[in-house]
Nanobody
Framework: QVQLVESGGGLVQPGGSLRLSCAAS????????MGWFRKAPGKERELVAY????????TYADSVKGRFTISRDNAKNTVYLQMNSLKPEDTAVYYC????????????????WGPGTQVTVSS
């Protein structure tokens, strides 16, 4: 079992930055693939960024490439999402998720989810 809790969301102006954190509890975090997802009103849930258990593989949605960076610190049981050059269309609830299988995270069906944190980009 893995419990996940996100933090770092909030209100930011267009062009600004935020760093989201996801703290995990439970054993074997370092063996889990992780992902950041987002869900905006009226839109489908979207995988924003993915990172493998050893950080060797990272992928991003086209909409955030070059602006967002995913990273993890297995010693701290934490995964991060650095978000730069934020746009109003980045407004959404952001969720971190985990699974022992990377394919399930990339396939949008990870086993473990955090409760989410709201990110609002507005002037």
């Amino acid at each position: 079992q893995v419990q996940l809790v996100e933090s770092g969301g909030g209100l930011v102006q267009p062009g600004g930055s935020l760093r989201l954190s996801c703290a995990a509890s439970g054993r074997a975090f370092s063996s889990y693939a992780m992902g950041w997802f987002r869900k905006a009103p009226g839109k489908e849930r979207e995988l924003v960024a993915y990172i493998s258990w050893n950080s060797a593989s990272k992928t991003y949605a086209d909409s955030v490439k070059g602006r967002f960076t995913i990273s993890r610190d297995n010693a701290k049981n934490t995964v991060y999402l650095q978000m730069n050059s934020l746009k109003p269309e980045d407004t959404a609830v952001y969720y971190c998720a985990a699974d022992s299988l990377g394919s399930k995270v990339r396939g949008n069906i990870p086993s473990y989810w955090g409760p989410g944190t709201q990110v609002t980009v507005s002037s």
